[in-house]
């Protein structure tokens, strides 16, 4: 333990069950010394596992649909009445595609789920954004993160429309991310996380396979949830202040590799 985050006061989206990315950077946050309200969708809350969390790191829970402004609204008014004040740090790790959901191929989705998956996944982080800015809810030199997957930049079919959810999701990460900079001086950036076995993760089709995939490419191997966790967190921290409009790969070296001795072994004659 470090220390990191000792009297900062935060957000935290997304924590679903103890796989979740979210999950993970809540307990570390906690670890390190940050207060925070965690939040989800009210459907979310169902499930319950949430109120381990809250109890184990001494959290309140606000249950908001990041697609809807009143719910954010609400969240983060009430949020800063807990906390007693603005805001350090925002974490925003959601993702959905209805289309993935229902098995509809990307060559032919639905456009109404093509809209919700895109409204959740990538719109939310702008809504959530603008709620922060306009209430004025972030101290100087806050850091906002966003959870991000390299299909925005490159071609993984069964990622199907959250590989466009992911682009649009990252060029708001800069768009606003300039504005937040200019008028507050808070940061605002994307992590692009290695494959990780969570709920959201596992329903990407044939996903043990791009798990295995993405490892043996990787010379370092698949970054797990608690390492993007420990990586979150240093953007959290006032050791990386000038850090922002950046989308940062955290996947083992992946994002720059070309081929593997691992992965060519499967394809070379041994005569
Ligand atoms: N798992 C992976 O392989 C992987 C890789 C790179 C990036 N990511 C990203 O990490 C983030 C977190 O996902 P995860 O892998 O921890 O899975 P997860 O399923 O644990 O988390 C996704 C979360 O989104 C929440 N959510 C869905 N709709 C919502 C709404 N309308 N309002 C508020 N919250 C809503 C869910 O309740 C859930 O908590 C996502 O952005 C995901 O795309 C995941």
């Known amino acids: ?12 989206f997304g924590a679903l069950n103890e796989h979740s990315i979210a999950w993970k950077v809540a307990e570390r946050a906690h670890e390190e010394g940050a207060q925070f309200v965690l939040t989800n969708a009210p459907i979310a809350m169902r499930m319950g596992e949430l109120n381990g969390l809250a109890a ?65 996944s990538a719109v939310s982080f702008h809504k959530t954004m603008n709620v922060l800015y306009n209430k004025q809810a972030m101290n100087d030199w ?19 429309d959250m590989a466009d959810n992911k682009a649009y999701l990252e060029s708001i990460a800069r768009s ?59 953007l959290f921290s006032d050791l990386t202040k000038k850090v922002t409009l950046q989308n940062l790969f955290h996947d083992g070296g992946f994002s720059n590799m070309g081929v593997s001795d691992a992965v060519m072994s499967k394809f070379v004659d041994e005569k």
């Not at 966003?146 to 490159?154: E, G, I, K």
Request: aromatic letters at 10%.
């Open 1 to 12: 333990m470090y220390n990191l985050l000792k009297g900062k006061k935060g957000i935290i």
């Open 56 to 120: 184990k790191t001494g959290s309140q829970i606000i249950p908001a649909d990041a697609t809807s402004m009143e719910d954010l609204t609400n969240l983060v008014e009430k949020s800063m009445e807990i906390l007693g004040g603005k805001l350090d740090f925002v974490l925003h790790s959601i993702g959905m595609s209805v289309n993935v959901r229902k098995g509809k191929h990307y060559t032919d989705p639905s456009y109404d789920f093509t809209t919700k998956g895109w409204d959740v």
């Open 142 to 160: 806050g850091s906002i993160v966003a959870l991000t997957y390299m299909a925005a930049q490159r071609v993984f079919p069964d990622y199907n």
């Open 176 to 234: 606003f991310g300039y504005f937040f900079g200019r008028d507050h001086k808070v940061r605002v950036n994307t992590i692009s996380q290695s494959p990780t076995p969570t709920t959201a993760g596992s329903g990407v089709k044939g996903f043990d396979g791009f798990l295995a995939y993405a490892d043996q490419m990787s010379p370092l191997g698949n970054a797990t949830a608690l390492e993007c966790a420990d990586y979150t967190l240093t």
